[in-house]
């Protein structure tokens, strides 16, 4: 096989680009995102086991805890912890269809538009109201 850096149309069959196999496309940035939302949510689970297990040790310290929760900060930081999740679970599923049925490969850039689309329509149903939220915390109320 010989090494080439010529574009893709022009290409002949086997032959290899120079550089990175990854060309920036859906199943690269699928992939990619794949791994930042699971590696995010793994580490919420692990401060979330932390910080409810202070309710054994120290209830005060847990109170302390969760009421620095609180803050338009986290309500920043739970957009996108529910964003990571919807992504993660959403993509997932294309994963399973694109392993399992027999035309998966074929649909896999359609099935990520469509994973993007209804984490789109799922996020615009949860911002109003976490917005709200956030803004009602700015406020004091």
């Known amino acids: 096989m010989s090494v080439i850096s010529e574009p893709r149309a022009s290409r002949k069959k086997g032959e290899r680009v120079a550089g990175t196999l ?8 699928s992939w990619v995102l794949h791994r930042i939302t699971g590696v995010a949510i793994f580490f919420f689970l692990l401060v979330h086991i932390l910080d409810t297990a202070l ?3 120290s209830p005060e310290a847990y109170n302390a805890i969760m009421s620095s929760y ?4 986290m309500g920043l930081g739970e ?3 529910v964003g990571a999740i919807i ?6 599923l294309r994963i399973i269809l694109v392993d399992y049925w027999s035309k998966g490969v074929k649909y896999q850039r359609a099935m990520f538009w469509i994973v993007i ?6 996020m ?4 109003p109201r976490q917005i709200i939220n956030i803004v009602a915390e700015l406020s004091g109320k």
């Open 55 to 57: 309710v054994r040790l």
């Open 70 to 73: 609180k803050t338009p900060i």
């Open 22 to 29: 990854y060309r920036g496309r859906e199943g690269m940035w």
């Open 124 to 127: 615009a149903g949860f911002l």
């Open 87 to 92: 992504f993660h679970a959403l993509n997932g």
């Open 79 to 81: 957009i996108a912890l």
């Open 117 to 122: 689309g209804l984490w789109v329509v799922l």
